[in-house]
Each structure stands twice: as structure tokens, then as C-alpha cells.
């Protein structure tokens, strides 16, 4: 089993950029596709961006193709959400999870991260 812990959420004014982090633990990171989900209040855990196990391919939501970039350094067990050209819409609680198979389908991911905040100010 792995573990996740995100980091690098806080609070940045529209068109500015954060890179959050996922560092994984336990069993070997290299085994799973990495996704990153984000839920604003009231609304359902949403998929954002999918990595696959050699990061060689990505898949994104349409609102944020273009602006977000997801990667990973198996070395170091860790992959990344790079934001740019931040919107207010952006505002969520981001979560990192990790899955066997390379699927933008929440109910795929059984490991998750305990969430990282990101606001974002107009």
C-alpha cells in the first residue's frame, strides 16, 4: 500500500501560479498512475489531471488544459500539479490519489492524500 501527502496549497491572486506536491511512501510510487482531484465547497470531488506509472502519458479536464501541468520523479516518489493563469474557480481542496489503472474515474482510486487547500482572490 502506499501512502500520499500533498503540499504547497495557499492563497494566490487570479493569474498567479502554485505547484503542489505529492510525495508517496510505502510501496514503490512507480506502481500506480497519480491523479490529482480538487472539491470546492458544496460541489463533488472533481478529476483534474492523470499521470501514468512512467509519466509518459497525461490526460487533463478540459477547464484546465492549457494552465495545469501534471509530472512525476519516480526517483523521488513525488508528483506535481504545476497551476498557472490561476482563476477564483480554481478554489478547492486538491487531493492526490493512486490507482492501478490510468482512469480519470474517482471510484478507480482507493489510496488518497488527506487534501491541500488553494484559494484563489479575484
Known amino acids: 500500500q502506499v501512502q500520499l501527502v500533498e503540499s504547497g496549497g495557499g492563497l494566490v491572486q487570479a493569474g498567479g501560479s502554485l505547484r503542489l506536491s505529492c510525495a508517496a511512501s510505502g510501496r514503490t510510487s512507480s506502481t500506480y498512475s497519480l491523479a490529482w482531484f480538487r472539491q470546492a465547497p458544496g460541489k463533488e470531488r472533481e478529476f483534474v489531471a492523470v499521470i501514468s506509472r512512467s509519466g509518459g502519458s497525461t490526460s487533463y479536464v478540459n477547464s484546465v488544459k492549457g494552465r495545469f501541468t501534471i509530472s512525476r520523479d519516480n526517483a523521488k516518489n513525488t508528483v506535481y500539479l504545476q497551476m498557472n493563469s490561476l482563476k477564483p474557480e480554481d478554489t478547492a481542496v486538491y487531493y492526490c490519489?493512486?490507482?492501478?489503472?490510468?482512469?480519470?474515474?474517482?471510484?478507480?482510486?482507493?489510496?488518497w492524500g488527506q487534501g491541500t487547500q488553494v484559494t484563489v482572490s479575484s
Open positions: 490519489a493512486a490507482s492501478s489503472q490510468y482512469s480519470w474515474l474517482r471510484n478507480d482510486y482507493d489510496t
